[in-house]
């Protein structure tokens, strides 16, 4: 893919939705990294569920590690693997409270170093809490990469450095959550809803989903054989997609 569809690609997703940000509902740089901590192998809205509670009961790195692991473990039941997202939880509350005074460190390698925190997690965090240009490949956004064509590479973090290389500068601050969105709603990972995808004619994908009429007919050999094999976008309909509310989301994230 060339650096003018590349580009393209990103014009597109920034008009129709030109402020991006993380779904997770979070209101300090703590909550965020204990959000991204618990939403590991979980959706966004199970852990919108359950945070507005446990942020209530303990909205500091002190209060959070006084809690203890049963305390945590009782607000957030309903998420995958509590206990053990629980311990990591006090560990790193205790580290924020020990090493740097109870505020989330800004470095990479500082925020790797707490429990449950990864680079795709001190990503999350650089990005939306600090503003940093970093890129969090998720499931989502590996797939889109090499899906489209966008940035190719067999792990996260090939497709993160292929990103960091090729995205042009002014999009690369939202450029991860472009991606997420795009992987969630539209490209998704069982059947991708070209016929309805923005950048469907600048997308290498050769094998485009037809839309699920034209499908049928197509089978039959009917005239929408012919409209399935150039899905147009439609903005209407992505615009919409852009805009679906919270409690539309099922998209599982990747470890
Ligand atoms: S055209 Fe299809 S495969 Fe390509 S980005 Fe759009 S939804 Fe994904």
Redesign the pocket.
Known sequence: MNAARRAEIFARLQALNPKPTTELVYGSPFELLIAVILSAQATDRSVNLATPELFRAAGNPAAMHALGVDGISRYIRTIGLFRSKAKHIVEACRILVDEHGGEVPRTREALERLPGVGRKTANVVLNTAFGEPTIAVDTHIFR?AN??GLAPGRTPLAVEQALLKHVPKPYLHDCHHWLIL?GRY??KARK???WR?P??DL?D?RD??PAPDAAGQAAEGGPAAKAATAPAPRKASAAKAAKRPAGARRATRAG
Do not use: D, Q
């Open positions: 889109v899906r489209t795009h539209v490209c991708p809803e070209c995808c950048i469907a997308c994908y485009k989903t």
